[in-house]
């Protein structure tokens, strides 16, 4: 048993449905980026953790893995064409940093797909593109005039 004195349901906001996301055009930021090693070890991937700002799906959470650094130059290729589509989407054109990426926002366009070990649907990122080809693109923060939904 654990001692859970102190731990108020009441002062916490329950999880998130996990239940994957319908396929569509959804508005997001990227709230987080990270370098990881690939499971076999011999490269890295960036992991980038797109929330959605709007709509009935705001601040849902989804995942996109590019495989910047691995022995197969065709997962490479991939992942290097992705990272140019989000790139151009946000307006950084020439990132430093995986970090100038985040808070800008963009259009993910989300389709379903079938998990290979369990059968089950699952989310997964399929395009990007600007929230307004007119606009210039904003810092999340604009976009409504307050603060970004993960800092509320």
């Known amino acids: ?65 590019l495989n910047l650094d691995n022995p197969n130059a065709t997962a490479v290729d991939i992942a290097r064409r992705e990272l140019s589509s989000i790139c151009r989407s946000v307006g950084v054109l020439v990132p430093t940093d995986s970090a100038d990426l985040h808070d800008l926002p963009l259009v993910i366009q989300v389709g379903l797909k079938r998990r290979k070990d369990t059968d089950e649907l699952q989310s997964e990122v399929k395009g990007y593109s600007k929230v307004n080809a007119t606009a210039e693109p904003k810092p999340a923060t604009q976009v409504n005039g307050t603060d970004a939904p993960w800092k509320r």
């Open 1 to 65: 048993m654990a001692n859970l004195q102190g731990f108020d349901a009441n002062q916490v906001e329950p999880s998130q449905d996990f239940t994957p996301l319908p396929a569509g055009s959804y508005v997001a930021v990227i709230t987080d980026s990270e370098m990881k090693p690939t499971k076999t070890g011999n490269g890295n991937y960036l992991q980038l953790t797109f929330q959605i700002v709007e709509g009935e799906h705001a601040n849902r959470l989804i995942w996109v893995r």
